[in-house]
């Protein structure tokens, strides 16, 4: 029943910017955390984002000062504004929602997009 959405990767040059989305399906959007975690060619998947239900958020050492992980509880959307990129940055970023009952911790995944940094 939960599906993860995400959208807006693209190929931009470096020290352009990318807004990405994701939107959720069903009501539980609002009460929990969310994540944006990256997957380069080769590479494991990384943690980039998190954003709390509650509105706090975390970033990678990486991509601190550049982007900024936000939601619309409203819209049950999260967003990740991405500035400055550069070619380190290519990847498909993932959304992920976390959901916490009773000490288990269950993560739901989108497809992916692409974000490809030129130099």
């Known amino acids: 029943q939960v599906q993860l959405v995400e959208s807006g990767g693209g190929l931009v040059q470096a020290g352009g910017s990318l807004r990405l989305s994701c939107a959720a399906s069903g009501s539980i959007f609002s009460r929990n955390d969310m994540g944006w975690y990256r997957q380069a060619p080769g590479k494991q998947r990384e943690l980039v984002a998190t954003?709390?239900?509650?509105?706090?958020?975390n970033y990678a050492d990486s991509v601190k000062d550049r982007f900024t992980i936000s939601r619309d509880n409203a819209k049950n959307t999260a967003y990740l504004q991405m500035n400055s990129l550069n070619p380190e940055d290519t990847a498909v970023y993932y959304c992920r929602l976390r959901v916490v009952v009773f000490g288990i911790s269950q993560d739901y995944w989108g497809q992916g997009t692409q974000v490809t940094v030129s130099s």
């Open positions: 954003i709390t239900g509650g509105g706090s958020t």
